[in-house]
C-alpha cells in the first residue's frame, strides 16, 4: 500500500489550495481517505474523510464551508481542497486510509505555507 502526496505548496492569504493524494496497491474504492493536518508545534488535527466509493464525506465542524474533498476513482486519487486560507492554515497535510476507523497507512505529507 502507498499514499503518494504532491509536493510543497505555497499560498497568500485569502488563497486556495489543492492537495492530492494517489493511492496504489489496494483497491482504492474499499477504503476510506482520511486528511489529517499538523500545524508548527501542534498535535494531529482531524480534518475529516471521504468514501471513494460514493464521494461521500464527513468534514470536522472547523472546517465545513472552507474544505472540500474529492476523489478521482479513474486515477486512484483523492484531493483535499482548502479555500480562504489564512496563517493558521499552515501545516503539513496528510492522507491516509482508513480501516476500522483507524489511519493505518499515511502518505508522506504536503507541506502548506500560507504567507503574503
Known amino acids: 500500500v502507498q499514499l503518494v502526496q504532491s509536493g510543497a505548496e505555497l499560498r497568500n492569504p485569502g488563497a486556495a489550495v489543492k492537495v492530492s493524494c494517489m493511492a496504489s496497491?489496494?483497491?482504492?474504492?474499499?477504503?476510506?481517505i482520511g486528511w489529517v493536518r499538523q500545524a508548527p508545534g501542534r498535535g494531529l488535527e482531524w480534518m475529516g474523510r471521504?468514501?471513494?466509493?460514493?464521494?461521500?464525506?464527513n468534514y470536522a465542524q472547523k472546517f465545513q464551508g472552507r474544505v472540500t474533498f474529492t476523489v478521482d476513482t479513474s486515477t486512484t486519487t483523492a484531493y483535499v481542497e482548502l479555500n480562504s486560507l489564512r496563517s493558521e492554515d499552515t501545516a503539513v497535510y496528510y492522507c491516509?486510509?482508513?480501516?476500522?476507523?483507524?489511519?493505518?497507512?499515511w502518505g508522506q505529507g504536503t507541506q502548506v505555507t500560507v504567507s503574503s
Open positions: 491516509a486510509r482508513m480501516s476500522q476507523r483507524r489511519h493505518d497507512y
Open positions: 496497491g489496494y483497491t482504492f474504492t474499499r477504503y476510506f
Open positions: 471521504i468514501d471513494p466509493e460514493d464521494g461521500e464525506t
